[in-house]
């Protein structure tokens, strides 16, 4: 497989496509992260190293799965082909 897009998830996209966990969020964000996963596919792979801080973050960029263009950590996926 190779890598077909890089894209970056904020904190919360990135706790729920990574442990699938949208415990304790608002209805209308668990609605907008499930959206937002299912139009990235199912080929999404986190792409980053927390420990080294390589494709890890932090700006006003919009999330690529919920829109959110709050400040804050942005975390490195790529879509797989």
């Known amino acids: 497989m190779e890598v077909t897009k890089e894209l970056e998830l904020c904190n919360l996209c990135a706790l729920a496509a990574i442990n699938d966990d949208t415990s304790g969020l608002p209805e209308a964000m668990v609605s907008a992260i499930n959206e937002g ?3 990235l596919g199912p080929h999404l792979v986190p792409s980053f190293d927390f420990d080294s801080g390589e494709g890890v973050g932090f ?4 999330c690529a799965c919920c829109n959110s263009a709050l400040w804050g950590a942005r975390y490195l996926f790529a879509t797989l082909a």
């Open 37 to 39: 996963l299912s139009r």
């Open 59 to 62: 700006g006003p960029q919009p």
